[in-house]
């Protein structure tokens, strides 16, 4: 049966500005598997936003300062005409319109509002725990609203207190935009936001001693850490092509050897991972977070002790004995838009049948 959904943004940046890391492309992915299976649905972001070709209701206001760069004690605060307060009263005003909200914010305001809504609310964290007062209100929601909750991975869920309240979707993406590439050049990749918790600075000193060189794709987020790793690696092989488009990115991605990823903090998943296997790229990562869960050590790719830039040489080194083959059979096995979007619709049914009891 069609659903009548409402689904609210990120507060942090606009859609299409990549500040707002994953969050943008599952949101992406999401909206283009609801709109295949029939489902009605719109979408509310920040003013400035883009989701492809689907339209977007866009809110002015301030944008909310991330979790990431917060302290563990870090009290909660929100801009003067905060974006996020101003999506969320638009959401009260409209929601008798829609069978069900989806939430993808990693922010306070949605869960602290969720006892005051007629409609239920579907909250999808994308982090991993960030602060005790994010964490007291999500597990307020959770254990208020049963089965309301969920996490891209076990790892994910274990961060937080009421982990075994979570729902675990995992995620997905459309795997005819990927193309896969048998015989790479001899260059390394790194996606993502450019801020200290994704440790940058790791695969360029891997790279630096491998003479292998290194593209770097994503939004430059903290510009002073960024001129710091060009200060401390002159030397190292390396070229910024920007934030790029999906069609860019995989372009560039498909033709290297190996995508490293070395997250300091836990990453809840990595879309970028199966961004990666879909192009026939095996992922070198620590064995930290999501990354873990994802890349079958040795298979897909390799998994390194964290924070050890000497791993990710010695994998490096390695890459041969990985059939790319199977990293692409991987992605199409277990992380295809259809499969996620069966677990995500099953995941809204369930919600709405609960609460039809």
Not at 343 to 348: N, Q, S, V
Request: charged letters at 20%; hydrophobic letters at 45%.
């Amino acid at each position: 049966m069609p659903l009548k959904l409402l689904l609210l943004s990120t507060s942090v940046g606009p859609l299409s500005s990549g500040l707002g890391g994953g969050v943008e492309l599952t949101l992406y992915n999401l909206a283009q598997e609801l709109w295949q299976r029939g489902h009605e649905f719109k979408v509310v972001a920040p003013e400035n936003s883009k989701l492809g070709t689907f339209p977007v209701i866009e809110i002015p206001g301030e944008l909310q300062t991330t979790a990431q760069t917060q302290a563990d004690t870090a009290p909660i605060i929100m801009p003067e005409n905060s974006v996020l307060a101003n999506m969320w009263d638009y959401a009260r005003q409209v929601q008798r319109e829609y069978d069900l909200i989806f939430n993808i914010a990693y922010d306070w305001l949605p869960f602290y509002l969720t006892p005051f809504f007629d409609r239920p609310i579907a909250h999808f964290i994308s982090m991993g725990a960030m602060t005790r007062a994010m964490d007291e209100i999500m597990e307020r929601v959770a254990v208020q609203f049963p089965g309301t909750i969920a996490v891209y991975t076990q790892t994910q869920a274990h961060t937080f207190p009421f982990g075994d309240r979570c729902r675990c979707v995992g995620s997905g993406i459309d795997l005819s935009l990927y193309q896969f590439c048998a015989q790479p050049e001899p260059c390394l990749a790194w996606l993502g936001r450019i801020a200290p918790e994704k440790a940058l600075e790791d695969a360029v000193a891997a790279a630096q001693i491998t003479g292998m060189k290194l593209k770097i794709m994503g939004k430059i987020q903290d510009e002073s850490y960024w001129q710091q790793i060009l200060a401390d690696y002159p030397k190292a092989p390396i070229e910024y092509l920007g934030f790029l488009t999906t069609a860019q990115m995989q372009q560039e991605l498909r033709q290297c050897r190996a995508l490293l990823m070395t997250p300091r903090w836990i990453e809840a998943f990595g879309n970028v991972a199966i961004e990666a296997l879909a192009c026939g790229v095996p992922v070198i990562s620590y064995r930290r977070g999501g990354p873990a869960e994802i890349v079958e050590d040795g298979k897909t790719g390799f998994l390194v002790e964290p924070d050890s830039v000497t791993g990710l040489v010695e994998a490096i080194k390695d890459l041969d004995e990985i059939d790319r083959s199977i990293c692409r059979t991987q992605a199409e096995t277990e992380y295809s838009l259809k499969a996620w979007g069966d677990r995500m619709e099953r995941w809204f049914e369930d919600i709405l049948s609960a609460i039809a009891i």
